[in-house]
């Protein structure tokens, strides 16, 4: 590349062990190195940079190389697998994260989603779900789960990817903003990708034109600008999701179900579980919090209260 066309700025797209890939505001993918200065604990690369960053560039020893990150407008993180209680930041600057959980094959796991929306609400990113495989399902189930999200603050699209369902929707919700996807190990969410932005696939397994080798991400996220206003960064399906920045007593600030319900308890102390006068059960039996939803709320705080396995 001529050092002259150098932009001055673009888009981390990608992280690498030992380089990054910049998507660059015309579109084009840049391979580039990160200076130790700006690298984390011992010279890795760590939350320094990360899919979403906006960087600095210039030409350093004849190659790209970051010169300063811009701040981050929001941070969508998880707890890193491990003993060790260590932030783990997925990707930044978003506009929204997609939650991709399905109906069937398997079954929808209230618990994952729960999870990603909690995190969500603590990053202030709004998050939507879709709910896949919708062909395998009883309509009765699909419309109950939107609408038991809906009161959640999450807008839900109901859609089958192998039937082409509801996926111009979901498409259209996507245009003109940065988008994170989620979701399990088979819940279809490379099948939905695959349709939204076909060809992405292809980029997963590209040669690294610093070092010359196959690559092998540790992020494992890829943002990738199918149309111009449209980015979406795809994740590898997970089988397990920590909370990062909440604890069991910030939990319930961070359902908005549960959150606009608060302050109507005796105790200020009371933990909505067998106390008397506890507001939220009122409101509970009274139909405006869902009782799915309620049985999260409490079975996620014991979690945080014994610390995640």
Not at 177 to 191: A, I, P
Not at 226 to 248: H, K, N, Q, S
């Amino acid at each position: 590349m001529d050092p002259a066309t150098l932009p001055p700025i673009a888009t981390v797209s990608r992280v690498d062990f030992g380089a990054i890939v910049l998507m660059t505001d015309d579109g084009r993918r840049l391979d580039a190195t990160v200076p130790a200065r700006l690298r984390g604990a011992k010279k890795a690369l760590g939350n320094a940079v990360v899919v979403g960053d906006r960087v600095h560039l210039a030409w350093e020893s004849d190659r790209i190389a970051v010169q300063a990150v811009e701040p981050r407008l929001n941070a969508f993180s998880r707890r890193a697998a491990g003993e060790r209680e260590v932030e783990q930041v997925v990707a930044v600057n978003l506009d929204q994260v997609v939650i991709v959980a399905s109906m069937r094959q398997p079954d929808l796991k209230h618990g994952l989603v729960d999870r990603v929306l909690v995190q969500c609400e603590h990053a202030g990113i709004q998050a939507r779900i879709a709910f896949n495989k919708i062909d395998l399902a009883d309509a009765g189930e699909v419309e109950t789960a939107v609408e038991d999200y809906a009161a959640a603050g999450a807008i839900g699209h109901a859609m089958s990817a192998s039937h082409d369902l509801g996926l111009d929707v979901l498409l259209e919700a996507c245009r003109g903003r940065r988008t994170l996807f989620v979701g399990h190990s088979g819940v279809g969410k490379s099948s939905i990708m695959a349709r939204i932005a076909p060809g992405h696939e292809l980029l997963t397994g590209d040669v690294n034109t610093v070092t010359g080798k196959g690559r092998h991400t540790t992020t494992a996220a890829l943002l990738i600008r199918p149309e111009p206003g449209l980015e979406l960064i795809d994740t590898p399906g997970v089988r397990a999701f920590a909370l990062w920045g909440v604890d069991a007593d910030t939990l319930q600030e961070y359902y908005p179900d549960i959150r606009e319900h608060l302050g109507r308890c005796r105790f200020n102390d009371c933990r909505h579980d067998r106390e008397p006068g506890c507001g939220l059960r009122a409101v509970l039996e009274s139909g405006a919090i869902r009782e799915r939803r309620f049985a999260s709320f409490l079975k996620l705080r014991a979690e945080l209260e014994g610390g995640y396995e």
